[in-house]
């Protein structure tokens, strides 16, 4: 793979890490109590962590890291405005969502790239106790109103939707993503949808939600 | 100094942090360029890096972090609401006020504790790098409209004036405070309060701005 093609594969991920660190830190201040508030702020720092190391990878590539995220950030701000979170449930119910859904394509992404770039894309995949920490909220939620998870399940289809009319629309735009989810030689967007969105139902499931 | 004196100013120091760092983190989306707008995302990331130390070393002296927060939360809070920048010349002059108060405000604090926790809120004060960062952003855009300088003044001065006001109604509830910040026995805020500002008006200068 071309080092162009490389640094486009990086920008988004670190583009997502940068963004999704905002978003949750913004959304600690609808925690019920100091304690969630808290663990929420720190599920965010990892993500920062995380975009550092990327965007020194960049800069080792000769790359601004800058210019490698420019061309997703109207994307993923688009989602992120369009997925505005009213409460801790929702909140809890787009990080695990998001994280997952995310985790998911940064391993897709990870199949085309070799060695050091495949290693640290794959190192960046989010630490699983904070899913096991949203995952918890979510079915605390549940149970103190079942009512909640008719609408949780509501507003997961929502972000996966978003997520994917996004990720579409930047598919469309970038020759470096379309090669990354061809298939044998075949563009495969459905394909790639329909893996994402089987992994989610089974998650949504793991939390007792429907899909 | 008692244990609970001790888990009241690590409490205050911790809450401190958590709130800085949210502000921080919210503000980013204020920023000019992609850049800057990771430059402060990493600042707030340091916050709670810190607030995870000081979180343990209450956990260590068998205090919940939650518990010893609680009775700042509401000023800190009161003080971010009342000082909402409204562009990112004010997000980093806010930053920079911030900070360097916080740091100074922790050092008199460190006075009064012993090692480790002594040691340990020395340890949480702000990198330079980030004022170096700060300062120089407040510069650029001085230079950009001589104009920024005025209204950036006035801006820090009102900064400061919110920070104190909250400072003073923490201080008249919590005896541990006031205990702190007596000198050879006698209560001394005003002395506390004139040793912040005067060091405050020579950050100013150095970053361009008047008081």
């Known amino acids: 793979m071309s080092a162009i093609a490389v640094a486009d594969l990086l920008g988004l991920v ?3 890490e940068l963004l999704a660190f905002e978003r949750m830190a913004s959304d600690a ?3 019920p109590d100091l304690r969630r508030r808290a663990a929420l702020s720190e599920m965010a720092a990892a993500e920062i962590a995380n975009y550092r190391r990327l965007a020194d990878r960049l800069s080792a590539l000769g790359v ?3 210019d490698a995220m420019a061309p997703y950030v109207e994307a993923l701000q688009a989602y992120h405005d369009s997925t505005e979170p009213r409460d801790w449930a929702e909140v809890v119910a787009k990080a695990y969502v998001g994280d997952a859904i995310t ?11 070799e060695d050091p ?3 640290l894309v794959l190192d960046v ?6 899913a096991d920490f949203a995952a918890a909220e979510i079915r605390l939620a549940v149970t103190d109103d079942p009512r909640v998870a008719g609408r949780l399940s509501m507003w997961a289809r929502r972000l996966v939707g978003e997520a994917l009319s996004q990720a579409g629309r930047v598919a469309a735009e970038r020759a470096t993503l379309t090669a990354l989810i061809a298939r044998d030689g075949r563009v495969d967007v459905s394909g790639l949808f329909g ?11 793991a939390a007792g939600l429907n899909n």
Do not use: K, V
């Open 14 to 16: 670190a583009s997502g």
């Open 29 to 31: 201040r609808l925690a």
């Open 64 to 66: 601004s890291p800058e």
């Open 103 to 113: 985790d998911d394509f940064i391993r897709e992404i990870a199949d085309a790239l």
């Open 117 to 119: 770039d495949r290693a």
């Open 125 to 130: 995949l989010h630490d699983s106790r904070y």
């Open 195 to 205: 893996r994402l969105t089987t992994a989610h139902t089974a998650r949504m499931a």
